[in-house]
């Protein structure tokens, strides 16, 4: 892991670019940490570029909080190589909701499950990789979307202690299957209205995890509409499990 | 309004037992208020002796946070006159539930729809004796089950500004259409394998309620079973609303 840029915002928080190999990321750490600090890995959909300002203020919501976060761009996303599969997948998904067709299970697993084999490994050398930063220490979390990668997330890698999950729509039936097996502490967030999302799936699926200790909060408005209360809720969910 | 009891609980909670007419009810008001607090109301499915520890202890929970709370007997339950039309419903419902029948609309509006009659007008006047007194003030919430009340009063009494509502089921079909009227900020607690709840049922009622700030909370295990953060949950929506 090699330190690209760094940065002092000006709530103390310090961000820092980093490389793991081809992999960009961002890692973002308190001011005021005496002790070294919980770390919540930040999921989201792929384009680092797009995505830094939520997750740069999710990160400093958190900061405040006493947490670290870090966050590593997608497989095929931002300035990552394409795939040629993963692109065929999703101009077929495309089509298939422009033509207001059933989107084929198929499909899915085509889009979906290259991703997760691709992206989980990933995040968790990361994980190798932020651990032995002496400002890192003690319990992880993982936050955010493509729900998918963090179902697997939570079921292979025992150092994740609780997950934040946002509901998301195209996951694959072996991922309902491996949410069976999650046993550690689930918030999942569902946009009640979100049209990108079906929000029968997303409660299925909430069914399926087979973890007691698991809330739902539901709220109004689309995808990008998640209450700004949701951000102290979930501080407060990782403070019960991470501290 | 009589108080016909009173006592200091030992974090300074003032609990008084009270009669308005023929109904009785409890009010705590906090230890260290120095302004009128805010009230919230505490609906129950009836039976105060046997909710009493329950009340009490959500009634502390909350005057921790400077609320005030009260609540009262429902018609037809604890020391009140029984309805034999109630009784009877009770009765036709226990019925079909005990031989695992569907249970009939007509049977939800017989046990349901007079008993929204007759304790929302009590709660009201139980509204207009409580503001009257001086270490009351400012915004009213309802917390609680019977959501049916909790309907009808979110639609009918202007003074309630927020309202945190306990998913049950038997709610009669008119009460659906009312919810599309009510407009404050909601919080629905949803317990996820409630025996006695029809899931399905709540998740549509909470599709229905016509506000935009709403949230639900589902989590895991039956009727009694709420995780004891939703508590801490509880005042902090209200804390957004009421102060």
Redesign the interface.
Known sequence: MRFTSEQHLDDGVHERRFSLGEIPGILWTPGSASAPAPLILLGHPGGLRRMHPRLAARARHSAAEGFAAATIELPGSGDRPRSAAAEEARADLRRALEAGEPVDDEIVDRLVLPLVEEAVPEWRATLDALLLLPEIGGPVGYAGGVISIGIRLAVVEPRISAALLFAGSFVPRTLFEEARQVNIPLQVLLQ?DDEGNDRQMA?EL??AFGT??????????GHTGV?E?EG??GN?FFA?HLK
């Not at 809330?215 to 408005?221: E, I, P, Q, S, V």
């Open positions: 009640w409660l909430f069914d007691r200790e698991k809330t739902l909060h539901a709220n109004m408005g209450p209360f102290d809720d407060r019960r």
